[in-house]
Nanobody, 113 residues
């Protein structure tokens, strides 16, 4: 499985960005898709993931971020609203199958205050 992420960039606090991650290869094996992030000097953390229609969010992004998935396009999205400077991080797409986990390249999100 290969994951191609896009959509990062620079935005002012309070603004929005939408991240996309397209899966290719043996994508039918994917059970969970999600997004992680790693801020400078901090550990990588789960932002949100989705299993079929069930979603899970980090407390810090609840009510601001929305994860969705288009199974027909093997793509997962992360709509990020009301962005805060503390959301600045490299965001990584993740896909999990029964026995393997896959990572996309990171996409940088920068939020200016």
């Amino acid at each position: 499985v290969q994951l191609q992420a896009s959509g990062g960039g620079l935005v002012q606090a309070g603004g929005s960005l939408r991240l996309s991650c397209a899966a290719s290869g043996s994508s039918l094996s994917i059970i969970v898709m999600g997004w992680y992030r790693q801020a400078p000097g901090k550990q990588c953390e789960l932002v949100a993931d989705i299993v079929r229609g069930d979603t899970n969010y980090a407390n810090s992004v609840k009510g601001r971020f929305t994860i969705s998935r288009d199974p027909a396009k093997n793509t997962v999205f992360l709509q990020m609203n009301s962005l805060k400077p503390e959301d600045k991080a490299v965001y990584y797409c993740n896909a999990r199958a029964r026995r393997n986990a896959y990572w996309g390249q990171g996409t940088l999100v920068t939020v200016s205050s």
